[in-house]
């Protein structure tokens, strides 16, 4: 294959016939004008076209082949497998002795209601279809058709797989749909799976600070199995710079914010494999659901909804013959190379650049199917953001950085367990100013958070996206949860833990990746740290002295009393009152950043009382913990307190208990602890 060299010019040609000479010379001219892309449909770029091999579709009894002279990439029909991608001179980037159903696929995880027994499911596809087929874009799709008489997932599927002339690279999406009538069913899990080589792709990289040369799956099959299967201790690997580390795909994840492309290097020859995620109006959960990217493997995923993190509640639950219908992507598969002595790391920043190319570039302006609207069958939604704390400040305060977004109706803060719709966020600017591009048609409520702040702000009217629209919303007040004048604080309210104490991880279950840098809480077994360092009594914090970066341990969890067994443990805030009003409510306000399998008890001043004061109940799935996760879902209490059980004469004491023991992942996350005057206590 056509090497692909970097440069302004962010595509090559090939090299092709006599006109060799001619067409690189006028290419070279080319390549150092501004960046372009051949598939933006602009006059210029349909000049540009004529430099680039055409698209070819080559069908054969049991497969097709896409290819652009670029790179070429081979599908299994009526399956719609990718079984091989030829690029840079390598025949297939993708572990070619692997079935060819286990090399490059979709999949979904399902269950029957009744039968809650997980399928995965690759969506073999039933028939072959070619959508488009010219010079310039290939479209294909293969498609699985439900019917009443079969007992299998019920639901339709339309893969497809577009090809543009002069691309690095080839483009996925899917349509999911289910008709009125059709059999209950949960889906738990969909996404894009690619296993590359492993004898080529040993270098990951996921972010600028996240990114290392990776151990193989014989790497962790030769290793010793940790407290569950993800995790490995690497005990003989084949780079022996490895050895003693700790492996774990989950040490890899991130928010959907942040999840814009991954991917894999190859040193030789020098070539990037990069998922590219232009979007995430088509992910469930909103901007900060976590999940997997790449990892060991060498593995690329494109995670399109799972309950990692979140758990049950983003299960897609279909019942009484609910009909749905949803496109997913789509994602760019980007293939780059350097030329051969150049520097094989240069691929990650040519990969970031041609991700800003493909978020600028949504909504495409070239999937075929009907039910992917272009840029003018979709509306714009603008406005400002404030916030009003009389508490804080007497004028209205702007909402700097704020998460700001459209998702389909429900109470404030349901956007983070929504899972059936399609979401539409951004960040408002240093002025509180927003404005949210390329919203596809329907209903929808607009959602908000605020770092700084506690709570959910939820627009009071449902706001309707039409073609073509655009909705001036001027001003919008967000009132945060307040009884009255903050008298002491832990934290920061920004719905992570990531500012209390991280501690270093055990030196034999490290992974030296995240000793340079701030992200500790992804080290493996941290867990059982908090057990070293405090292990007979529990952490005591004391307002006025204690400091929550160093004072206040990231997770609540269970002490580790030997043999695996573990046992709740009750932390203790002590702070003293220069007056009480004993006729009048003080607050505590909860807000977590994660729970899992957990119950917060809060007792004040009585440490022997067996009914707690306040409970929260068994809350979460997230598993955030054992998932080196710094947060999970958010959930905020608000804790109204009589200021008869207040002292003033002696130290407070305020007990937080998390009662579920057993096992070392039952816990929760701490976003941020508020205790507030009676609101008569402000002062005029």
């Known amino acids: 294959m056509k090497k692909k060299t970097m440069g302004k010019k962010r595509k090559r040609g090939s090299h092709f016939g006599w006109l060799q000479i001619i067409i690189l010379l006028q290419f070279f001219l080319l390549a150092h004008s501004t960046s372009q892309r051949i598939h933006k449909k602009d006059s210029d770029d349909d000049d540009d076209q004529m430099y680039y091999p055409p698209v070819q579709l080559h069908l054969f009894a049991d497969h097709v082949v896409l290819d652009n002279g670029i790179v070429n990439v081979s599908l299994s029909t009526p399956g719609g497998m990718v079984t091989a991608i030829e690029y840079n001179g390598i025949d297939n980037l993708l572990q070619f002795d692997y079935k060819e159903n286990n090399r490059g696929y979709w999949d979904l995880v399902w269950s029957k209601p009744d039968h809650p027994h997980d399928v995965f499911d690759k969506l073999d596809g039933d028939s072959f279809e070619v959508i488009m087929e010219d010079e310039n874009q290939v479209e294909i799709s293969f498609l699985r058709t439900w019917n009443s008489s079969e007992t299998e997932l019920p639901l339709n599927i339309d893969k497809r797989y577009i090809m543009l002339r002069g691309s690095s690279g080839f483009y996925s999406y899917a349509i999911f749909e289910r008709l009125e009538g059709w059999p209950d069913v949960n889906i738990s ?62 040490q890899y994840s991130s928010d959907n914010k942040d999840n814009r492309v991954h991917g894999w290097i190859c040193t030789d020859p020098p070539t990037g494999f990069w998922i590219i995620t232009p979007s995430n109006e088509f992910k469930t959960a909103g901007p900060v659901k976590q999940d997997l990217t790449s990892h060991a493997g060498p593995i690329s995923l494109s995670m399109f909804f799972s309950t990692h993190y979140a ?24 293939l780059n190379s350097v030329l051969e002595g150049d520097e094989p790391l240069a691929l990650w920043s040519d990969a970031k650049e041609q991700m800003l190319i493909e978020t600028e570039s949504w909504p495409y302006d070239f999937p075929k199917s009907d039910d992917f609207p272009y840029a003018d069958q979709r509306g714009t939604v603008s406005g400002r953001l404030v916030v009003r704390d009389s508490y804080i400040s007497d004028r209205l305060i702007i909402a700097r950085s704020a998460y700001i977004g459209l998702a389909p109706p429900g109470e404030p803060g349901s956007w983070q367990r929504e899972n059936k719709g399609y979401q539409f966020w951004t960040e408002t600017d240093d002025m509180g100013y927003f404005l949210i591009n390329g919203i596809r048609s329907g209903n929808y409520s607009l959602y908000a958070w605020i770092p700084g702040f506690i709570g959910d702000y939820k627009c009071d009217v449902q706001i309707e996206v039409r073609p073509g629209c655009k909705i001036r919303l001027g001003y919008i007040i967000y009132d945060p949860p307040r009884n009255g004048p903050t008298l002491w604080e832990i934290g920061i309210p920004d719905r992570t833990a990531a500012e209390f104490f991280v501690p270093d991880p055990n030196p034999t279950l490290m992974n030296q990746l995240y000793n340079i840098q701030p992200d500790k809480f992804r080290q493996y077994g941290l867990w059982d740290r908090y057990t070293d360092l405090y292990p007979d009594e529990d952490l005591v914090y004391t307002i006025g002295s204690s400091v929550y970066q160093t004072d206040w341990y990231f997770a609540h969890v269970n002490r580790n009393i030997g043999n695996k067994t573990y046992v709740p443990t009750t932390w203790k805030i002590l702070f003293e009152l220069d007056d009480v009003d004993e006729s009048a409510n003080y607050t505590l306000q909860i807000a977590l950043a994660s729970a899992n399998d957990a119950e917060l008890q809060v007792r004040i001043n009585d440490e022997t009382t067996e009914t707690p004061y306040f409970k929260t109940g068994l809350i979460g799935k997230d598993n955030a913990i054992a998932r080196h996760g710094i947060h999970g879902l958010y959930w905020l209490y608000s804790v109204s307190i009589p200021g008869s059980i207040l002292v003033c004469t002696t130290t407070n004491t305020i007990l937080l208990t998390q009662s579920r023991g057993s096992t070392p992942w039952k816990g929760i996350m701490y976003d941020y602890i508020r205790f507030e005057a009676p609101a008569s206590n402000i002062q005029p």
């Open 189 to 250: 899990q969909g996404r894009i799976v690619f296993k590359l080589q492993q004898n080529l792709f040993r270098y990951m990289a996921v972010s600028d600070d996240r990114q290392r040369i990776m151990p193989t799956s014989e790497d962790r099959d030769n290793g010793e199995a940790l407290d569950y299967p993800e995790a490995v201790l690497l005990t003989n690997p084949a780079n022996n710079f490895l050895r003693g580390e700790v492996d774990d795909k989950y």
């Open 311 to 334: 758990g049950q509640p983003l299960i897609l639950k279909f019942r009484d013959g609910e009909p749905w219908k949803k496109v997913f992507g789509p994602v760019f598969v980007y």
